[in-house]
């Protein structure tokens, strides 16, 4: 229906929904009369409808735009299709020209005589505004490059600023070398004269624009020159030469020193709208860039020279010397290379020369270098700052050897200097560890012997008072080894004790240690069990159970199949409660117990701790039949924010032993890990909590509670993890954006690529993750940055003892620091006190978890004590 034969609703209603769409919508005769305007339209001309109705609306344009308008109008018609272009034209609403993307449609009568264009512009001046800056920044990256001179990159680059927002006289000013006047760099469309009065004018507060913001370091807007106060004493001068208005940014190194100011001036008073502002905060930074790059370009040429002279004075004297003698910079670079240097480590003296030291070293003192440098200028001494010490050299064709390295410091030319005195002691250092393997080590064997074991169980014991940590001792022997002697001869039973060597250190952790005694005694140190006896115990029993298989399994010796078991006693431990060799003694004693018990079996000293380990086997043995009998249950701990809201729970597992009662998560948890149960384990206790998500959301009090889950590495690493968590949240209808999985830092030890795959495809649907125990780990900040995170969580151990350890309150505040620069909330847990509460609050901690506020209970408590 033509426009003009609109029932009147129907046209009020129209009318309506265009003023409401913010694109500029219009229709106009073929004659170029206004028949409709809508409000985006009225607001870019500057015009209201009703006065321009009917009418054409050439007098809101300068005469080429309306001309070019109309020429337009023709070619659409004479297309008699829709047509797309760019226009430049005049917005009031601006007070300048814009470039807006019009859409011109034609209509045609009965006949097919034009009638009506509708037509449409969106606004993309700041769109074409900022592809042509990131333009212009582009060929002024491409010039330095080129190494072109200062000058020329900052002229065209102000030149290209000034094509991109017609009417800005772009200037740039440089701060001498003091800091404290203001020279001339370019200003391409600046009078001369007005340039020169300027040159070397002081910097200051009223100092104009420019003076005042590299004075204070801040942008320095000045919309009218006239009437502004910081130009009281230039006014004059810059209205002398057309010049109305100046917004002036001060140009900032990358360490911060302000190096000038990039200012815009224009003809006639006027204020930056925020795309113009952010255009010349970016082209200031450029213009530090660009700066930075030529001085540190002229710096590097004067630095290259002085390092030619002064390498060349020196390497004569240094070829001379017996020893290895390499001399560094406070940079780390070598500045001098001996003949016996390059002898040692194989490098030409071109091949070093200016390179980094590190190259010449291993990791992790490569990655250090900088650090030990930094240790040695801090020290203050002007002589020998390091005793000669002994370290890994690495050389050229990438081998490691040992070095005897003794470090000096001088002062050359008013800067310091590092001498370093190489020696190889390959030689020496073999003689040493072969003295050492034949006072340490098992000759047949290769093992620690008596000697280096007792030397390390006392070791243990004192790392296991310093932790609390349980740590066992394995007396073990062959069953009927004198037998295999006196049938096949000593020949052959060196060789069970070779093989039995290597299936020994199979069963057993790197940190942990196999040695042998003598004949067919072995014993077994087991480092870092458990905090808690009957766990050690029953991780014990576990490396004694994998022994027991290992072992039993066929030998192939010199052509003859033999079988051979061994007999095992246990000993656990815990500081140094007793002497060690008592604690070896009771480790024998075990021994024959187990052979008094039918050999091929391990036995604890203490016939408690062999009753526990019972107990440990009954419930791993129940373990799996656990969820058949709904003996695990769910109970859930409150979590609040500062104002003390619920904002979330966490899931806690519990296990309601028939005949044990209630058996603690640090007890069936490992065990669960340890048999693999624990996949099954996990997969039931996120479908509980997801169901019990779902009926949350049913109640407005807790609809919006996010429910925190743990999630053991083992899960993590299953390869159907995702979608199991998947499958989980499809079949209870629970919202993912609720549900945060808290993984704990050992998840990340191995294969954390994949870790982070799983994590980010989880993160797509919703899923949120916890890093738990943060801050009792070591690798959580080797992928911190890279872990698709919302929070991490404090450990209870660090709030425990807040209020009472200096240590602990450092920890728990570098903690929410971190979390913070991450952009992440922070949680604690274990909070049981007010004083607690209130730290944590002071140091910025988000959320609270702990007995202070309610103890972990089953959901449908914890909704009546909320209710309540």
Same mark, same amino acid.
């Given at each position: ?65 309306? !001309? ?18 760019? =226009? ?31 037509? /449409? ?17 582009? =060929? ?5 490059? %080129? ?11 102000? $030149? ?23 020279? +001339? ?5 600046? #009078? ?9 004018? %002081? ?46 940014? *001060? ?22 709208? #925020? ?17 930075? +790059? ?47 240097? /390059? ?18 070293? #291993? =990791? #992790? ?22 005793? *000669? ?5 690495? &050389? ?13 410091? @001088?002062? &050359? ?17 073999? $003689? ?15 093992? *620690? ?16 008072? $310093? ?38 250190? /199979? ?5 942990? /240690? ?15 069990l458990s905090l808690h006896e009957a766990e050690a115990a029953n991780q014990a029993k576990v490396v004694a159970t994998k022994i027991l298989e290992t072992l039993g399994q066929p030998y192939c010796l010199c052509g003859i199949e033999h079988l051979s078991t061994p007999s095992i006693g246990i000993v656990l431990f815990m500081a140094e409660h007793m002497p060690m060799e008592e604690l070896l003694k009771k480790a024998d004693v075990a021994m024959y117990q187990a052979k008094a018990a039918g050999r091929n079996t391990a036995c604890f000293f203490d016939p408690e701790m062999q009753a526990v380990a019972a107990i440990q086997a009954d419930l791993e043995k129940s373990l799996h039949d656990a969820l058949t009998r709904e003996s695990f249950f769910l109970e859930y701990q409150m979590?609040?924010?500062? %104002? ?13 032993? *028939? @005949? ?25 206790? !996120? ?30 690493? +299953? ?19 609720? !549900?945060?999985?808290? !993984? ?41 940055? $890279? ?67 309610? +103890? ?5 408590q914890l909704i009546q004590y909320v209710e309540g």
């Amino acid at each position: 229906m033509p426009i003009n034969k609109l029932a009147a609703e129907d046209f009020d209603f129209f009318r309506d929904f265009l003023d409401a769409l913010p694109i500029q919508c219009f229709v106009k005769d073929a004659e170029g009369n206004a028949l409709l305007m809508n409000k985006a339209c009225e607001d870019a001309l500057g015009v209201c409808f009703s006065a321009v109705k009917g009418e054409k609306i050439k007098q809101h344009f300068p005469q080429d735009q309306w !001309l070019r308008f109309l020429q337009r109008d023709l070619l659409v018609f004479e297309a008699h299709q829709t047509m797309a272009y760019e =226009e430049t034209y005049f917005s009031a609403k601006y007070g300048q020209n814009r470039v807006g993307y019009v859409v011109k449609n034609p209509l045609y009568d009965e006949q097919g005589r034009p009638q009506f264009i509708i037509g /449409s512009t969106i606004d993309i001046t700041e769109q074409k505004q900022l592809q042509q800056q990131v333009d212009n920044e582009l =060929e002024m990256l491409k010039l330095q490059v %080129a190494d072109a001179p200062l000058k020329a990159v900052l002229e065209q680059f102000t $030149r290209s600023f000034e094509a991109t927002f017609p009417g800005t006289m772009c200037s740039i000013l440089l701060l001498d070398e003091l800091g404290l006047h203001l020279k +001339h760099g370019v200003a391409p469309s600046l #009078p001369a004269e007005y340039c020169a009065a300027i040159d070397g004018t %002081a910097i200051g507060l009223g100092v104009g624009s420019c003076g005042t913001a590299a004075y204070t370091g801040q942008a320095t807007i000045v919309a009218d020159i006239a009437t502004d106060p910081l130009w009281q004493d230039y006014a004059g001068l810059a209205l002398s030469y057309g010049l109305a208005s100046c917004w002036s940014i *001060p140009i900032v190194s990358t360490k911060g020193r302000i190096l000038g100011t990039f200012a815009n001036y224009h003809a006639h008073p006027c204020s930056p709208q #925020p795309a113009e502002l952010q255009a010349i905060k970016r082209a200031a930074y450029l213009v530090s860039l660009a700066i930075e +790059h030529d001085r540190a370009e002229k710096q590097l040429a004067e630095d290259q020279k002085i390092l030619q002279e002064t390498a060349q004075h020196t390497q004569t004297i240094l070829d001379n010397m017996a020893d290895g003698v390499i001399t560094i910079g406070v940079d780390g670079l070598i500045d001098s290379f001996n003949a016996s240097a /390059s002898r040692i480590f194989g490098f030409q003296l071109e091949e070093v020369l200016g390179k980094n030291v590190s190259m010449l070293m #291993p =990791e #992790p003192h490569a990655s250090h270098h900088d650090a030990y440098l930094r240790h040695y200028l801090d020290t203050g001494e002007q002589r020998v700052i390091g005793l *000669p010490r002994e370290l890994e050299g690495r &050389r050229k064709n990438g081998s490691l050897f040992p070095m005897r390295l003794s470090v000096s410091k @001088t002062i &050359r030319a008013g800067q310091a200097m590092f001498i370093g005195l190489v020696s190889d002691i390959t030689q020496e250092y073999q $003689r040493t560890q072969e003295i050492h393997r034949l006072a340490f080590y098992d000759s047949l064997t290769g093992l *620690p012997n008596r000697r280096l074991l007792l030397d390390r169980i006392k070791k243990a014991m004192i790392a296991s008072a $310093r932790s609390g940590h349980y740590g066992a001792v394995m007396f073990l022997d062959l069953d009927h080894f004198k037998q295999l002697n006196d049938t096949h001869g000593h020949d052959v039973g060196d060789v069970l004790l070779q093989q039995v060597s290597a299936r020994l250190l /199979s069963c057993v952790r790197e940190s942990d /240690s196999v040695a042998r005694l003598g004949g067919d005694e072995f014993v077994i140190l087991l480092e870092t069990l458990s905090l808690h006896e009957a766990e050690a115990a029953n991780q014990a029993k576990v490396v004694a159970t994998k022994i027991l298989e290992t072992l039993g399994q066929p030998y192939c010796l010199c052509g003859i199949e033999h079988l051979s078991t061994p007999s095992i006693g246990i000993v656990l431990f815990m500081a140094e409660h007793m002497p060690m060799e008592e604690l070896l003694k009771k480790a024998d004693v075990a021994m024959y117990q187990a052979k008094a018990a039918g050999r091929n079996t391990a036995c604890f000293f203490d016939p408690e701790m062999q009753a526990v380990a019972a107990i440990q086997a009954d419930l791993e043995k129940s373990l799996h039949d656990a969820l058949t009998r709904e003996s695990f249950f769910l109970e859930y701990q409150m979590q609040l924010d500062g %104002a003390g809201r619920i904002v979330g729970v966490e899931a806690l597992l519990r296990w309601q032993h *028939p @005949t044990l009662g209630k058996v603690l998560p640090e007890v069936f948890i490992p065990m669960a890990e340890e048999t693999g149960a624990i996949v099954l384990l996990g997969q039931w206790v !996120l479908k509980q909590a997801c169901q019990q998500l779902s009926v949350w959301a049913q109640y407005p009090q807790s609809a919006t509670w996010i429910l925190a889950v743990n999630v053991s590495g083992l899960q993590v690493a +299953h390869p159907n993890f995702v979608d199991m968590v998947t499958a989980v949240l499809r079949e209870t209808g629970a919202n993912p954006v609720l !549900l945060r999985m808290e !993984l704990t830092e050992s998840t990340l030890q191995k294969d954390v690529e994949e870790v982070i795959d799983k994590m980010n495809e989880l993160s797509a649907l919703g899923v949120s993750f916890s890093l738990d125990h943060f801050g009792s780990g070591y690798s959580s900040l080797l992928y911190l940055k $890279r872990l698709p995170l919302s929070q991490l969580k404090i450990d209870s151990s660090f709030v425990r003892g807040l209020h009472l350890d200096p240590s602990d309150a450092t920890i728990a505040q570098a903690v929410i620091s971190l979390g913070h620069g991450f952009g992440l909330s922070v949680i604690a847990e274990g909070v049981e006190c007010v004083e607690q509460r209130d730290m944590l609050a002071s140091m910025g901690c988000n959320t609270f978890q702990g007995h202070l506020f309610g +103890h972990p209970m089953p959901a449908a408590q914890l909704i009546q004590y909320v209710e309540g």
